[in-house]
């Protein structure tokens, strides 16, 4: 159980197009989902909050206009990244929080690679 | 702030050497230390996690240890295998905001 997908797996995009990642919980419900980048040989940052129902909390130095995050339900969070440029290029993890689960962990999804040309 | 360092950024030792990953943290006021694997380009795995009440965890040839007022953690693999090649990263959760922050990462090389 607790497992989360992202879709695609990976993306290749020109410069100035948006992309959108998809992050679903799978077999349980998350009322709220984190977004994280890496870049190579990097750790992970924490670059937003994403609550269902409710406005994302962006991380400091985060532009909210330009990742624009909807957690429309309670298994969906969606990230877009709007007019792509190759410094986005990076590999973007969701997480999805378990409550009530064993210690109230967060379960990763296996990353989208994003390649903008 | 919480920071998060590990050390060593690398690491290369032959196959059934044991050995430790150290993790230590700015913020003692921890909520858990998690432990988690990363293959390349892949997604994290979850190996272990301490809550802040805790000393240590064990999960197989893998033990966590915990010492909240210094730090610091550790992880401990024993008898490593060429299967073990991964970077290992620990996170801490600081407060209840479920918002945590990841240490540099160690990338260990097991070999034959």
């Known amino acids: 159980g607790a497992v989360v997908s992202q879709h695609p797996s990976w993306v290749i995009c020109k410069s100035g197009t948006s992309v959108k990642i998809e992050c679903r919980s799978l077999?349980?419900?998350?009322?709220?989902m984190f977004w994280y980048r890496q870049f190579p040989k990097q750790s992970l940052m924490l670059m937003a909050t994403?609550?269902?129902?409710?406005?994302?909390?962006?991380e400091q130095g985060v532009e909210k206009d330009k990742f624009l995050i909807n957690h429309a339900s309670l298994t969906l969070s969606t990230l877009t990244v709007t007019s792509a440029h190759p410094e986005d290029s990076s590999f973007y993890i969701c997480?999805?929080?378990?409550?009530?689960?064993?210690?109230?962990?967060?379960?990763f999804g296996p990353g989208t690679r994003l390649t903008v040309l | 702030k919480q920071e998060v360092t590990q050390i060593p950024a690398a690491l290369s030792v032959p196959e059934g050497e044991n050995l430790v990953l150290n993790c230590s943290f700015t913020?003692?006021?921890?909520?858990?230390l998690q432990w988690f694997r990363q293959d390349p380009g892949k997604g994290l795995t979850s190996l272990l996690l301490?809550?802040?009440?805790?000393r240590e965890q064990t999960s197989g040839r893998l033990n966590a240890s915990l010492d909240k007022s210094s730090g610091r953690s550790t992880l401990y693999i024993a008898a490593s295998q060429p299967g073990d090649s991964a970077t290992y990263l620990c996170?801490?959760?600081?407060?209840?905001?479920?918002?945590?922050?990841f240490g540099t990462g160690t990338r260990l090389q097991v070999t034959l």
């Open positions: 913020d003692s006021a921890i909520y858990n």
């Open positions: 997480s999805a929080r378990a409550p009530g689960r064993v210690s109230d962990t967060q379960y």
């Open positions: 996170a801490v959760r600081t407060g209840t905001a479920s918002k945590l922050t």
């Open positions: 994403s609550n269902e129902g409710s406005k994302a909390t962006y």
């Open positions: 077999d349980f419900q998350a009322t709220t």
């Open positions: 301490i809550q802040s009440s805790q």
